[in-house]
């Protein structure tokens, strides 16, 4: 059985700095793209980044040159560095991992970590 397990996220003030840490547990043959969503209640999910195998990035307009995506490949890890942050980035974070287990392939999501931006 597939877990990920998120941490990091909590309250911070406009202008400050929160990182968070997803893990993938169980029984993983292969990892592929990593990725950060958010969500506020009554919105869509949004794809805030991605990281894929080879390391390339791609982020929200919204998030570019504030927020940085990686991975531990050795320890089937994604992390996400928030700089700068600012109240519109409140939501509910959750980590989605594309992987494969020796069954089948999964997509899998973390139970959401809440980041509170405070003007």
């Known amino acids: 059985q597939v877990q990920l397990v998120e941490s990091g996220g909590g309250l911070v003030q406009a202008g400050g700095s929160l990182r968070l840490s997803c893990a993938a547990t169980?029984?993983?043959?292969?990892?592929?793209?990593m990725r950060w969503y958010r969500q506020n209640p009554g919105q869509e999910r949004e794809l805030v980044a991605t990281i894929t195998t080879s390391g390339s990035t791609n982020y929200a307009d919204s998030v570019k040159g504030r927020f940085t995506i990686s991975r531990d490949n050795a320890k089937n890890t994604v992390d996400l560095q928030m700089n700068s942050l600012k109240p519109e980035d409140t939501a509910v974070y959750y980590c989605n991992v594309a992987l494969r287990t020796f069954a089948r392939d999964l997509d899998a999501w973390g139970q959401g970590t809440l980041v509170t931006v405070s003007s």
């Open positions: 169980g029984t993983i043959f292969r990892i592929y793209a």
